[in-house]
Nanobody, 124 residues
């Protein structure tokens, strides 16, 4: 299982970015996928997940602004981020797991496969 996150960068508050997580080594359609983020000095935080069924889940702070999606044919998962805020600044990580249950989704240690992070910086 390999995950490669990309798409981070510097953006002004109110702007948009789309992160991509390119996957390989497994059948994406059979896995649940997620995005977490980690700001300096803080713990890794759940952002969004899309289960293998297609259902999505978000942390309250990004609901209505972020959208997670997947393209199984392209083996890629996306995180569309709109109306970005300064507090969204963090390193964003994608993660994968085949058997994760609903109640475990927000917990980083429950996800077995991780990509490297991509830095998102939102300026005021």
């Amino acid at each position: 299982v390999q995950l490669q996150a990309s798409g981070g960068g510097l953006v002004r508050a109110g702007g948009s970015l789309t992160l991509s997580c390119a996957t390989s080594g497994f059948t994406l359609s059979r896995y649940s996928m997620s995005w977490f983020r980690q700001a300096p000095g803080k713990e890794r935080e759940f952002v969004a997940a899309i289960r293998w069924t297609g259902t999505t889940h978000y942390v309250d702070s990004v609901k209505g602004r972020f959208t997670i999606s997947r393209d199984n044919a392209k083996n890629t998962v996306y995180l569309q981020m709109n109306n970005l805020k300064v507090e969204d600044t963090a390193v964003y990580y994608c993660a994968a797991d085949r058997g994760i249950i609903l109640s475990s989704i927000p917990f980083p240690h429950e996800w077995h496969h991780w990509g490297q992070g991509t830095l998102v910086t939102v300026s005021s």
